[in-house]
């Protein structure tokens, strides 16, 4: 079974930027295909962003596009979310997933193994 643990969360100035490191070990059931989710408190986990292990190909949701970047090391195995300029509502839990159930389609909404989250707060 694939493990996650992720790192790098805080408090950061609207405005600002972090870099979030999701550090991979174990064996996955199909690969390391790795996403990044988010929930605010009071919402749903949402889609943040999606990155192939071996091609690096990449899929983001509506709250990345154009401030967030996903990105996997291999050799290391740990993957990233650099986020910049970020706003308040950018707040809440955010978890890595790796492992997904099946390869085409909405694979990136299949993941078996989660982090167990971190925190990141953007003060306005």
């Known amino acids: 079974q694939a493990r996650l643990v992720e790192s790098g969360g805080g408090l950061v100035q609207a405005g600002g930027s972090l870099r979030l490191s999701c550090a991979l070990s174990g064996r996955p059931s199909y690969n390391f295909d790795l996403g990044w989710f988010r929930q605010a408190p009071g919402k749903e986990r949402e889609f943040v962003a999606a990155?192939?292990?071996?091609?690096?190909?990449?899929i983001y949701g509506e709250p990345a596009k154009g401030r967030f970047t996903i990105a996997r090391d291999t050799t290391n195995k740990v993957g990233y979310l650099q986020m910049n300029r970020l706003r308040p509502e950018d707040t809440g839990v955010y978890f890595c997933a790796t492992d997904p159930r099946q390869f085409e389609g909405r694979w990136y909404e299949t993941f078996r193994s989660w982090g167990q989250g971190i925190q990141v707060t953007v003060s306005s």
């Open positions: 990155i192939t292990w071996s091609g690096g190909g990449t």
